[in-house]
């Protein structure tokens, strides 16, 4: 059993720091003053949609790990109160 807590242990790890990689990746929805200064570039096409595929595809992966974050948690947790 004490394998297992070390495996359980070592993906909330892992998982954590995906999560803080994830969402410091994600842009910022905010676009007051920046979205000024950038300028013509949101003019074209490209420019109004080119993070949007990117942004959509993190978002997809940020709530499938917070998901298998919060099970695994879940799981230690219900595992580690039968023993004591």
Same mark, same amino acid.
């Given at each position: 059993m004490l394998? &297992?807590q070390?495996?359980?242990?070592?993906?909330?790890i &892992?998982?954590?720091l *995906?999560?803080? #990689?994830? #969402?410091?990746l994600? @842009?910022?929805?905010?676009? $007051?003053? @920046?979205?000024?200064? @950038?300028?013509?570039? @949101?003019?074209?096409?490209y420019?109004?949609?080119?993070?949007?595929d990117?942004?959509?595809i993190?978002s997809?992966?940020? /709530?499938? #790990? *917070?998901?298998?974050? #919060?099970a695994?948690?879940?799981? *230690?947790?219900? /595992?580690? *109160? $039968?023993?004591?």
């Amino acid at each position: 059993m004490l394998v &297992l807590q070390y495996v359980l242990g070592g993906a909330l790890i &892992l998982m954590a720091l *995906a999560l803080v #990689v994830l #969402v410091l990746l994600q @842009s910022s929805k905010d676009k $007051r003053l @920046s979205g000024t200064i @950038s300028g013509g570039s @949101s003019d074209t096409y490209y420019g109004q949609n080119k993070g949007r595929d990117r942004d959509k595809i993190l978002s997809r992966i940020t /709530l499938v #790990v *917070a998901i298998l974050f #919060v099970a695994v948690l879940v799981t *230690a947790y219900v /595992l580690i *109160a $039968r023993q004591g």
